[in-house]
């Protein structure tokens, strides 16, 4: 079967209007699926979504919305209920919260929880209702190397993508059996909007290599870590050392 026959004919694409969203748009363009592109900035959609219709010939809804707003992602849900033809769900909006936790307002974490873990979960339950129902699709959650081990100053980003790590694993092994391939995606430090203030203080990968591990593993590999060193940090350091020198490890990188 190929790609577009498993996982087409549409895929819905969260946070799409940069980074490695934006790459994940470009690279099932190309592969035929048509798309359904939903981030807050509808300007950048809307040219994304023109280019990519002309190149491809393919067909782009866009969708303005804030996952942190339970009205909008539900109008999302509707739309794509609308559509009926999701074949491909990728998890990837996310934001995140820096400093010391109780020095952030409180709004900003709930704001971070609603958009980094209620809305992909939502969205995987309900999109997937659509996948179980013609016994095929794919979900992608783009997590974080950081789910791996808790990180201080960014606590609450790490822990919302260490959620979304337990959660994917758990689904692939529920929904695999319906020919639903659910996919982990755990990139280290990406070049985008969200980590230029840390540019030159760490290596950066290109949201090309990412998404192109993504897309050559899925529904080969759950968890997929792109990056050697990323790979041994993820999977390998957290058996040698115990938690609480990671944390303090983990702590003095981020401070």
């Known amino acids: 079967m190929s790609f577009l026959d498993k996982y087409g004919p549409r895929a819905l694409i969260t946070g799409a209007s940069s ?8 690279h099932l363009a190309a592969k035929g699926l048509h798309l359904m592109l939903v981030a807050r900035r509808e300007d950048r959609l809307q040219t994304l979504a023109a280019e990519l219709a002309a190149k491809h010939a393919i067909d782009v809804v866009i969708f303005p919305a804030d996952l942190s707003l ?28 820096d400093g ?3 020095k952030r307002d409180l709004k900003h974490h709930e704001r971070l929880l609603h958009v980094n873990v209620q809305a ?13 129902a013609r016994k095929r699709g794919g979900i992608i959650m783009v997590s974080s190397v950081s789910a ?18 337990s959660l994917g694993e758990a689904i692939q092994h529920e929904m695999k059996s319906r020919n639903v ?8 430090f990406t070049r985008s909007e969200m980590t230029a203030e840390l540019e030159g203080k760490f290596s950066m990968m290109e949201p090309d290599f990412i998404v192109k591990r993504s897309l050559d593993k899925l529904g080969k590999r759950t968890t997929v870590v792109p990056g050697l060193l990323y ?15 990671m944390v303090k490890m983990t702590g003095k990188m981020m401070g």
Request: hydrophobic share 50%; proline share 8%; glycine share 8%.
């Open 19 to 26: 980074g490695i969203g934006e790459v994940f748009a470009r």
């Open 70 to 97: 339970r009205p909008e992602l539900d109008r999302v849900i509707a739309k794509a209920n609308e559509l009926n033809d999701i074949g491909l769900l990728v998890n990837n909006a996310g934001i995140s919260v």
């Open 100 to 102: 010391y936790f109780l």
């Open 120 to 132: 992909p979960m939502i969205l995987a339950h309900q999109i997937g209702q659509q996948m179980l």
């Open 148 to 165: 791996f081990f808790p990180v201080p100053f960014v606590s609450q980003y790490a822990a919302s993508k260490s959620y979304l790590l």
């Open 181 to 188: 391939d659910v996919q982990v995606l755990c990139p280290g």
């Open 231 to 245: 790979g041994f940090s993820a999977r390998i350091l957290p058996r040698l050392i115990p938690r609480s020198i």
